[in-house]
C-alpha cells in the first residue's frame, strides 16, 4: 500500500481532532513518535523504551557496517582503556554488556586467547550479527554472541573475571539494579570495566542534538531518563558503582575521535549510526528533515579542519571497580 499522507511535525502529534490517519505505516510512525515524545515528557515506559531501543539500533546497524572504519578508529583507545583496567589477561572469562557490533568483545577475546572465552550480549539482533561477521573474519572462535536484554541476564555467581561494557549503560533504564547482577556474576576480585559519554559539551559528535531538539521544538529529555547523556558524570558513576557493592572504584577519561571527509558526510555518519539522534528525525515531512540535517551539517562548522574534514573530539567516562 503507498501511504500518500505526509505525516504532520511532531508539534502536531499531540494535537485532537487530527483527522484519522489514511494508512497503516502512517499510523505506526505517528505512534511510535507518539511513545517517543510521551517519554520525553510525561510518563516513563521500561518496556517501551526497550522495545524502542531494540527497534532503533535494528535500524542503523547498516549504517555501523557503512561506517565501521570511522567508528572503529575512535574507539579504540576506549576498548583498551577498559580491558587494561578490568586487568583481562590470557585464560579469563569476560562478558560483554551491549557489544553491539561487537566491541570491546572482541579486543577481550583477542586478550584472553584461546585458552579464555568473551561472551557478547546486546539486545538488537542485527548489530549481533555484524559482531558475529567481524568475530568469524578475524578468526575469534572464543567469543559467543548471545541477544539479550542487559537487565535480564542470568550467569551463575562467579562465573567471570570481568565484565565490560563500552556506551551501553547509559541506554539501561535500571543501572543500579543492572550493575549489582553484573556484581554478582563476578568471580571474587573479578573487575568490571565500563564506559559512557562524557557532559554534552565535551562530545562533539552530539552537537546535532540541540540543534534537532530546537529545529523541531522538541524539549530535552528530563533529567534520570536513560540516554546518550544519562551517566555523563564520573562522580556519580563512581558512586553508582560502590553503592552496588564494587570496591576500589576508580574513573577516568579517554578521548574517542571521529573523523569524516566532510561536513556532509558527518552528517551521513549521524543519521546513519546514531540512533538516538536519527530517531528524532525520523518520520518528518520530507522538507522538514531535510531542513533540519541542512542545519546539523552548519552545526559542524567549528570542527573543519584545514583540510575541509570534520574531526569530532568525544570524551568517553570510564569507571571501573572490583568484586568483593
Ligand atoms: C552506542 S551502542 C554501543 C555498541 C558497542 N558497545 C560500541 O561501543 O560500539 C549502544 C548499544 O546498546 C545496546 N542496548 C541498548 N539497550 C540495551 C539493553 N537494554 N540491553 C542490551 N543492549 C542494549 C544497543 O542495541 C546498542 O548496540
Known sequence: MVCTHQPPGRAGLVRSGDAPPPCEEWTRVQRLNLMEVSMMTETFDAVAFKQSQRRDWNGVAPGWRRWYDVVEDGGQAVTRTLVERAGIGPGDAVLDVATGYGEPALAAARTVGPAGWVVATDISAEMLAFGRERAAAHGLANIEFVEADAEGLSFDPGTFDAVLSRQGLQFLPDVPGTLRRLLSFLKRDGRLAAAVWGPPATVDFARPVP?????????????????????????????????????????????????????????EWTKDLSAPIANLVRGQPDAVAERVWRKVTEAWAPLVTPEGRVRTRNQALWAAGTSR
Not at 246 to 265: H, K, L, Q
Open 211 to 267: 540543534v534537532v531538539l530546537a529545529e523541531l521544538g522538541l524539549p530535552s529529555p528530563p533529567p534520570g531518563r536513560p540516554g546518550i547523556f544519562a551517566l555523563a558524570d564520573a562522580g556519580r558513576l563512581a558512586t553508582l558503582l560502590a553503592e552496588a557493592g564494587f570496591r576500589d572504584v576508580e574513573t577516568g577519561s579517554v578521548e574517542a575521535v571521529y573523523e569524516t571527509a566532510s561536513p556532509e558526510a558527518m552528517t
